[in-house]
């Protein structure tokens, strides 16, 4: 049973890092196409919140990462 119960963790803490991976490269393609002027932002608000977005969400899916691969580990 806690066999069980560890891969369904494992898999949701997999499921939420691709989720916020994700986000991040969507972010991270906001800011590239406001920075280089191919979207329209004529006063910078998405290339700022692309930024601040991104940096509050990498350490987020850096523990996420690190809780997976410490689910993986002791699952051996």
Known sequence: ??????T???R?????????????VLLVARVVLSATGLS????GYGMFGGILFT?????VAL????????LRRHGK
């Open 12 to 24: 949701v803490v997999l499921g939420a890092f691709v989720c916020v991976a994700a986000v991040i």
């Open 8 to 10: 369904v963790l494992r």
């Open 40 to 43: 329209f932002d004529p006063h």
């Open 63 to 70: 523990a996420l990462w690190l809780v997976y691969r410490s």
């Open 55 to 59: 940096a509050v969400l990498t350490p």
């Open 1 to 6: 049973m806690e066999s069980t119960s560890r």
